[in-house]
């Protein structure tokens, strides 16, 4: 019986619980205290605020990349040949013409091989004209004209050869350039693939840097791109894309794509890392909202919608940034409002009161025109 009676107890206490739960809003202290908790809150003021509806413009879709100047033409200069400095024909610095002569190697031996080399092969001509003029009237042998061709041709043959030594001794700039440090001095013994100096072609810079794949499709041939120096942040340089590689790296999923950029003052040096800007193309009808809207937090973006004199916390996606204002590709309609003022008192759910109400939508800063083509 006792074991009955305590089952009969909790039998009677479930059903009570279910039964002050039903009918909970009606009971004493229990419905009160509910009515006093709406009752509060209905009489809590609202937050004034700012709000400005969404923005719906067209703007110009860009992305930014990092890439690193190249000169136009470089090249290092180097030795040919084992030689002695004999001469020296250029100043660190100096800005050189196609061919002209930088380095002379001592040579004293060579010169004088290509003057007996030079009267060897004039000698050999000679007797190959004479016995020419003579094979007419038979006094000299078809068989002694063509050794003494022969014998002409080997002439040549050696002459050029000397001459194409001597021509080792001396280095001469293959382009119109600038020159860098001079790495020797006269005396010195050199020999081949030692370095002499450096030339580089800047009067136009070559930056190359990489883009996603999936923007590959805005960027053509002749499109314009802005650039930044890192040494220079005040200064913006324009150029063009000449060149989109044809292969996209399987790893990063990027291709890479390089541009001139004029550079007549010099300016820009060879190796200098840059920040890259460019257009990819239009997005016709994109959701904008002032940069004052926007809530970082976690490295995520928020926004709070005004809906019923209501606030209500939204997560977004932030594409394209223009001055002052922020694309949003997701988490905002067209026609939603979003609070510019009062963010940090503000509360998912917060009952607000917009100020601006009468007077319509505020100024805002950097507030665009219906198009942009930044």
């Known amino acids: 019986m006792k074991v009955w009676g305590q089952v009969l107890v909790v039998g009677v ?221 005040d200064r913006k340089f324009n150029g063009v894309v000449t060149t989109i590689d044809s292969r996209i790296d399987p790893t990063s999923r990027a291709v890479r794509v390089r541009a001139q950029i004029p550079n007549g003052d010099d300016a820009l040096k060879p190796g200098m890392f840059m920040t890259v800007s460019l257009s990819v193309g239009k997005v016709p009808d994109a959701l904008m909202v002032p940069e004052e809207a926007l809530l970082a937090q976690g490295g995520e973006q928020f926004v709070f919608v005004i809906r019923d004199e209501k606030a209500t916390r939204t997560r977004v996606t932030i594409g394209q940034r223009l001055p002052g204002l922020a694309q949003v590709v997701n988490g905002l309609r067209a026609d939603d409002q979003v609070a510019v003022t009062g963010l940090q008192q503000l509360r998912d759910g917060s009952r607000v009161r917009q100020t601006n109400a009468q007077s319509g939508s505020p100024p805002v800063s950097g507030a665009p025109l219906q198009k942009s083509a930044s």
């Not at 580089?200 to 810079?205: A, R, S």
């Open 13 to 233: 206490i479930a059903v009570g619980g279910v039964f002050a739960y039903i009918y909970r809003d009606s009971l004493p202290f229990i419905g009160t205290k509910t009515d006093v908790v709406k009752s509060v809150a209905r009489n809590v003021p609202a937050l004034p605020i700012e709000a400005v509806p969404v923005k719906r413009m067209e703007i110009t879709r860009t992305i930014e990349a990092v890439g690193t100047a190249q000169a136009n033409e470089a090249v290092t200069i180097t030795a040919k040949a084992t030689g002695i400095v004999e001469r020296l024909n250029f100043l660190e610095g100096q800005v050189v013409k196609t061919g002209v002569i930088l380095v002379e190697l001592e040579a004293a031996e060579s010169t004088a091989n290509i003057g007996a080399l030079r009267a060897a092969r004039d000698a050999a001509r000679m007797s190959y004209d004479r016995a020419k003029q003579l094979i007419e009237s038979k006094a000299v042998a078809q068989a002694r004209l063509d050794e003494l061709s022969k014998a002409y041709e080997g002439a040549e043959a050696r002459l050029r050869a000397e001459q194409a030594k001597f021509s080792d001794s001396v280095i001469r700039a293959p382009f119109t350039g600038k020159l860098g440090l001079r790495k020797v001095s006269l005396g010195a013994l050199v020999r081949p693939g030692d370095v002499i100096t450096t030339l580089d072609d800047t009067t136009v810079i070559k930056l190359e840097f990489e883009i996603p794949e999936t923007v590959l499709g805005g960027v053509t041939i002749g499109n314009m791109v802005n650039a930044r120096a890192t040494s220079m942040p």
